[in-house]
């Protein structure tokens, strides 16, 4: 269930590694999109906002930011489905969100990576996957699930969090980029010394990435799938793994970065295998967490090699091929 | 397998904290969403189960 801590590599050495931009296909049937990695000319230019080199804090830099990605809501592209729907006048692209920001769960918890727990960890409602045996499927498939999401009231819930000894402030969902503006804001009412976690699916867009950059001090980014197959079988998301890669690479040379996978039964050859092949030729070094606690949660049963979970061996076969590869886990 | 919640029928966000707990026919639990109290609790009951033991934070505020 959790792994033992292997020894660290060095960093990557990111200049050799890369992931080639090319067309985005949707779900349908293969019809290129917009390429939706790459900041074009009809993209607001985020340049003069990023935390380098303004010496602004954090807290202002946030508050600045959340009023463009609230702009952004007219002509929303924060992910890399790039709907392009006007949230602001109540228009839904994939994820159902509108304007309006809910949240479904809110407390400290300790079962995320023991560097960053106990956690005060914030569940955004909706999101942009549709993962079959996702653990909270009803709230993340639904951005009206749960209570409206006040920013600065919940700030103020984090900070007695803090002072009860909650070493980091974890936003997750359903998927946090969905809500951007309200992240955002919600940064803006935090401490400047607390450790922010930008818990995601990593399937964002380059102008997420941009309104996000010194952000967060850790991205704890999921890498679910090993292959666009099992991806949009599963989840219904088209060209997953560019995507995934990128963002990762990214997220890798702005943050910290901790990459998890859930291992899911009859998925070790491949989802498993390729992710932690990628990991460890791209990214050698970065911390790995392999979760092999899945559960047949929410549709799960729609998909018979997800009616249960991992077993002992598909477990122990994934631990030795991370181990092979000199992936360093950790617990 | 049996699925239990530590407290609502639904995650909740009020007051009240949730954890998931899913019980394995061979005894194995596998927890979702473990709060501070739920795995001093679980730690009660097994106490020789490391994976549970080292998230058991002693220094954290009871009402957290």
């Not at chain 1, 960053?116 to 709230?139: E, K, Q, W, Y």
């Not at chain 2, 954890?19 to 109290?37: M, R």
Request: charged content about 25%.
């Amino acid at each position: 269930m959790i792994c033992t801590v292997q020894e660290r590599r060095p960093p990557a050495r990111r200049e050799e590694v890369g992931v080639q931009s090319r067309d985005v296909r949707d779900c349908s049937g293969g019809t290129p999109k917009r390429e939706l990695q790459r900041a074009g000319p009809d993209q607001p230019s985020l340049g003069s906002f990023g935390a380098a080199g303004t010496g602004a804090p954090r807290s202002v830099l946030a508050r600045e930011r959340a009023r463009i990605a609230r702009a952004m809501l007219a002509d929303c592209r924060f992910c890399a489905h790039d709907c392009r729907v006007n949230r602001l006048a109540g228009e839904n692209g994939l994820c159902h969100a509108g304007s309006e920001v809910r949240f479904f769960s809110a407390q400290t918890e300790v079962s995320d990576e023991l560097e960053l727990t106990p956690a005060f960890n914030v569940a955004l409602s909706g999101c942009d996957l549709r993962c079959d045996f996702c653990i909270t499927g009803a709230s993340s498939w639904n951005p009206r699930a749960g209570a409206g999401f006040d920013a600065r009231a919940m700030a103020k819930q984090a900070k007695v969090a803090l002072e009860g000894g909650a070493r980091t402030i974890q936003l997750l969902g359903g998927e946090p980029t969905v809500h951007l503006p309200a992240a955002l804001e919600f940064v803006s009412w935090l401490p400047e010394t607390a450790r922010l976690v930008w818990k995601t699916n990593a399937y964002g867009s380059a102008t997420a990435r941009e309104l996000l950059d010194g952000m967060f001090d850790v991205w704890l980014a999921d890498f679910k799938f090993g292959n666009d197959a099992c991806a949009q079988r599963l989840a219904k998301v088209p060209d997953y793994v560019r995507i995934v890669q990128e963002n990762l690479l990214w997220a890798a040379e702005h943050s910290e970065l901790i990459v998890r996978h859930l291992l899911m039964p009859g998925h070790v050859e491949c989802c498993w295998q390729p992710v932690a092949e990628w990991l460890a030729e791209n990214l050698p070094g970065v911390k790995v967490n392999l979760r092999s606690g899945f559960w047949p949660a929410w549709q799960a049963a729609r998909h018979p090699e997800l009616r249960r979970t991992v077993s002992g061996p598909e477990s122990a076969r994934a631990v030795d091929l991370a181990q092979s590869l000199g992936l360093n886990l950790v617990p | 397998m049996k699925k239990h919640r530590s407290k609502n029928d639904c995650a909740s966000p009020g007051k009240d904290q949730v954890s998931e707990l899913l019980i394995l026919p061979d005894g194995q639990i596998l927890v979702h969403n473990l709060t501070p109290a739920f795995a001093g609790l679980l730690h009660e009951l097994n106490p020789d189960d490391e994976h549970i033991s080292s998230r058991v934070t002693r220094h954290m505020s009871p009402h957290l």
